[in-house]
């Protein structure tokens, strides 16, 4: 009884918002994003089987290989991955929309090699989006803003 009653304040005291990932599609945050630093860019696609949306890194600065610049993924927990190039792997993983432009998933790092918890928010006028990464809360994290450059 004492936990149930000690995460019902911690959970109040935070804030936090409790709710169940919706099955919805959402048209309107798919196509092609390009990161704040214009560095990198991003195809959001949905898969209507696991009903998930998942961001693929199709272009970025740092790993051009025509400019004979390639990043590849040494970071990578997994020693098998840890050769293959940057452009091209799946940064946003399992996102789920739970209503009103709102996506929970998970966000890769290939710099660090990490995952991290993402929100994703749509804005109203649907060319931009905030997206934060964090650790256990929002609170602890970092935003950065995409723009949508095409469907």
């Not at 195809?43 to 089987?49: G, S």
């Not at 995952?115 to 994703?120: A, E, I, T």
């Amino acid at each position: 009884m004492g936990i149930r009653i000690f995460c019902f304040v911690l959970l109040t005291a935070f804030g936090l918002k409790i709710s169940w990932a919706q099955e919805s599609y959402m048209p309107g945050v798919l196509g092609v994003w390009l990161s704040e630093n214009k560095k990198q860019k991003v195809r959001v696609t949905y898969d209507p089987v696991k009903k998930t949306y998942t961001g693929k890194i199709i272009w970025m600065y740092e790993d051009d290989q025509e400019q004979g610049r390639v990043l590849i993924d040494k970071n990578n927990p997994n020693p098998k991955l840890r050769t293959r190039r940057i452009t091209g792997i799946n940064l946003m993983l399992n996102f789920l929309h739970e209503g009103d432009g709102v996506f929970r998933g998970y966000v890769y790092d290939p710099i660090s090699g990490k995952q991290y918890r993402c929100l994703m928010t749509l804005q109203p006028d649907k060319k931009t989006a905030h997206i934060r990464g964090y650790i256990l809360i929002p609170w602890i994290g970092r935003t950065e803003i995409a723009t949508k450059i095409s469907e």
